[in-house]
């Protein structure tokens, strides 16, 4: 069966109007990262020399910060304790765009924290503390929790329980959402803690790993397969419309009730922390699905965001724009990321690359019909630098140099040809007759033009030699002008 067409674009613009309730155990997560030292003389364990320290929102709060990340508006119920962690929890959450935060405090607990204790230079976590109490909420708290809740769930297109068994999903709370959100119509997700999947029944979608759902199966979901085999029984046990598996490195299997089970595979990246990949998994297919996509579609872009998720430090979250560059071919993305249309943008780009030690080429021209000739010049260009620019003529520029009935194609044509270019990393537009002003902001460590110029008639040679960069000549491919191209192309012969 063909892979079905995923239109990202639609379902994104979709998100932005959809608003998640989601509900679950926050926590407060802090990272120590530093070098591993020494061993320590009292015990045979790693030191570590501690560098830096960063704060993040964790656990249910995660999944919260995922789905304002990914777009849509997000409503989030939690428990916190009346001490630090919690306050800091509570003022990081109302400082996040697109989070509505209703935190109700139990002055008996602590707010769940956790410290990791991260190599720096190995990405490996060498030790976690943690401070909590992993008991259900009581009584009262329990009632606040679902008074919270309750109004809230007419304003959402969807409910999303993230359950980390530190006290808030309680049976009462879990049962009470569950009931009035299928009252309303609306479509509830679980990512699982309790093995008793009975207290989800009426759940549309559990989201469990695959560890917990070998356990809650007795199963071994080691295949596919076995997984589709061992969903059957609990589906009626929970009355849910499908079970999503991550697996991590072996990616997603998705068995609804109606149709056919879908596996995909996981994206193949370097995995730097998979600390709450599985909250980007929740928050991804809780947008998705309120924007009205397919379980397929659904369950490919929730594999795209865990991708992005895993690549990046600490406990983190996505944008769509992110997940958008996971998801679409690269030639797809090659236009719209490639093309500056605006010089001032270059600055930021041009920034990270020289704190990188990357060295910067220029070549520029009209490239009105791009062949062989050109591609030369670019392909060497691009074996001179690290990272290349193309400075292009706009087509009032190219009027001016070239005449009337020039250029053939538009300079969105012609920048999106060039973008498309391996050896091409950035097209800038420029207006001038000369790229003079582009290379002064630019100041590139080489610049690069057809053999056919000698090094006094490269427009900016003086500003690239006095900041002590080379000029480049590349032998042209004699038989290749773009002007003779056109004449042909017109009828009027070689």
């Known amino acids: 069966m063909p892979t079905p067409i995923l239109d990202f674009d639609a379902i994104a613009q979709a998100i932005s109007g959809r608003t998640v309730l989601c509900i679950g155990d926050i926590m407060l997560d802090e990272f120590v990262y530093g070098e591993v030292s020494r061993i320590s003389p009292e015990a045979p364990t790693p030191v570590i020399a501690a560098q830096r320290s960063e704060i993040h929102i964790g656990g249910a709060g995660n999944v919260a910060r995922n789905v304002a990340s990914l777009g849509a508006r997000c409503i989030f119920v939690g428990l916190v304790g009346e001490d630090d962690a919690g306050k800091r929890l509570a003022s990081a959450l109302g400082e996040q765009a697109g989070i509505e935060c209703i935190l109700v405090c139990d002055p008996s607990r602590p707010t769940t924290r956790k410290v990791r204790f991260v190599s720096e230079h190995f990405s490996t976590h060498m030790l976690r503390a943690d401070w909590e109490q ?13 008074e919270a809740i309750l109004p809230q769930i007419a304003r959402a297109d969807i409910v999303l329980l993230s359950d980390y068994a530190k006290g808030v999903l309680t049976a009462r709370v879990i049962r009470h959402t569950i009931d009035a959100a299928r009252k309303l119509g609306k479509p509830v997700i679980v990512d699982p803690k309790s093995l008793n999947w009975a207290i989800y029944r009426g759940a549309t979608l559990l989201t469990p790993n695959r560890k917990e759902f070998s356990e809650a199966t007795r199963s071994r979901a080691d295949t596919p397969q076995s997984i589709v085999d061992a969903s059957e029984d609990v589906m009626r046990l929970a009355d849910c419309e499908a079970i999503l598996v991550t697996q991590g490195e072996h990616g997603m299997t998705l068995v609804p009730r109606a149709g056919e089970a879908v596996h995909v595979p996981a994206f193949p990246v370097k995995v730097r922390d998979v600390s709450g990949a599985g909250d980007t998994v929740a928050a991804a297919l809780a947008v998705s699905l309120a924007a009205g996509a397919d379980w397929d579609a659904a369950l490919r872009i929730a594999n795209a965001a865990a991708a992005v998720a895993v690549g990046k430090q600490g406990t983190a979250s996505v944008s769509a724009a992110e997940l958008r560059r996971k998801i679409l071919p690269h030639a797809t993305l090659a236009a719209e990321e490639k093309i500056v249309l605006d010089p001032a943008a270059l600055d930021p780009q041009l920034a990270e690359w020289k704190r990188q030690g990357q060295r910067v080429g220029f070549t520029n021209g009209c490239f009105d019909i ?18 290349l620019i193309v400075g292009l003529n ?6 001016r140099l070239k005449g009337t009935d020039r250029p053939v194609q538009d300079e969105r044509a012609r920048a999106e040809v060039l973008a498309a270019l391996e050896a091409v990393d950035l097209v800038v537009i420029f207006e001038e007759d000369t790229p003079i002003d582009l290379i002064r902001r630019i100041k590139p460590g080489v610049l690069v033009k ?8 490269v427009v900016g040679h003086e500003v690239v030699e006095a900041a002590g960069g080379v000029v480049v000549l590349v032998d042209i491919l004699q038989g290749f002008s773009t002007t003779a191209l056109v004449h042909r ?6």
Do not use: F, N, W
């Open 134 to 146: 992993a008991a259900p909420a009581s009584d009262d708290i329990e009632t606040k929790l679902i």
């Open 370 to 387: 791009l062949h062989p000739g050109h591609v030369k010049v670019l392909t060497a260009a691009r074996a001179a630098c690290d990272r």
């Open 394 to 399: 706009s087509d009032a520029s190219v009027r």
């Open 450 to 457: 057809g053999g056919d110029y000698t090094r006094e008639q």
């Open 489 to 494: 192309a017109r009828g009027g012969g070689k």
